[in-house]
């Protein structure tokens, strides 16, 4: 069964802090690996989408990483701000139905001020 | 940007009744969109994709009788829970596609803001 597994649950950090938000997958015949955001009763907004023969990518302070062997990826999130406290997703894309992602959990991030 | 609306943000029904959820895709034309479920503390789950003009294609477990999609424009898919019963409770999300996956280096999903349902 294709399981995707976000470790913490829920972070708590003081801004300014460099952070990093686990994802494990247990099919590693992945396409892509994508991060969202998603903020409290709202929908999803995209960070990054990492095809799976790219071993990371960067927007600003965020850097997603990809290990398909290991069946990992990581977001790492530099200088939090309280503007980042959000649910991070993450979804793994395993071909057929564009939609068909599989999502984890997600980590409940809060950055205090 | 691709902007996906979607109406209503939140809703309260009765057990019993009906409700109907819109996604509109609003500066581009979308012949996929995806309707998803997310209940408390769990996954977002995909429910059924819906092609334009064509029959929505449901995942395993998902009541197509319970769950109609219709997706009669290129612009608008809707979702009518039926009979809803308080197991129906759920944030319900759709996405529209702009591209597929394998030419894009940018996520080609764009999601709305979701519709909380409480079945009372």
């Known amino acids: 069964k294709q399981e995707v597994t976000q470790i913490p649950a829920a972070l708590s950090v003081p801004e300014g802090e460099n952070l990093v938000l686990n994802c494990s997958f247990t099919?590693?015949?992945?396409?892509?690996l994508q991060w969202f955001r998603q903020d409290p009763g709202k929908g999803l907004t995209s960070l990054l989408l990492?095809?799976?023969?790219?071993r990371e990518q960067t927007s600003g302070r965020l850097n997603a990483s990809l290990d398909k062997s290991s069946g990992r990826s990581t977001l790492y999130i530099a200088a939090s701000q309280p503007g980042d406290s959000a649910t991070y997703l993450c979804?793994?894309?395993?071909?057929?139905?564009?939609?068909?992602?599989?999502f984890g959990k997600g980590t409940k991030l809060s950055v205090k001020p | 940007g691709a902007v996906v609306s979607q109406h209503p943000s939140r809703v309260i029904c009765k057990s019993g009744t009906s409700v109907k959820i819109e996604c509109r895709s609003l500066d581009f034309q979308a012949t996929t969109m995806f309707w998803y479920r997310q209940f408390p503390k769990q996954s977002l789950m995909l429910m059924a994709t819906?092609?334009?003009?064509?029959?929505?294609?449901?995942e395993q477990g998902v009541e197509k009788d319970k769950f109609l999609i219709n997706h009669a424009s290129l612009t608008l898919s809707t979702l009518t829970v039926t009979s809803a019963h308080p197991e129906d409770s759920s944030f319900y999300i759709c996405s529209a596609l702009t591209a597929t996956f394998t030419s894009s280096y940018n996520s080609p999903l764009h999601f709305g803001n979701g519709t909380r349902l409480t079945v009372t």
């Open positions: 990492i095809q799976s023969s790219q």
């Open positions: 979804a793994v894309y395993y071909g057929g139905s564009q939609g068909n992602l599989i």
């Open positions: 819906s092609n334009e003009g064509s029959k929505a294609t449901y």
């Open positions: 099919d590693s015949a992945i396409y892509n």
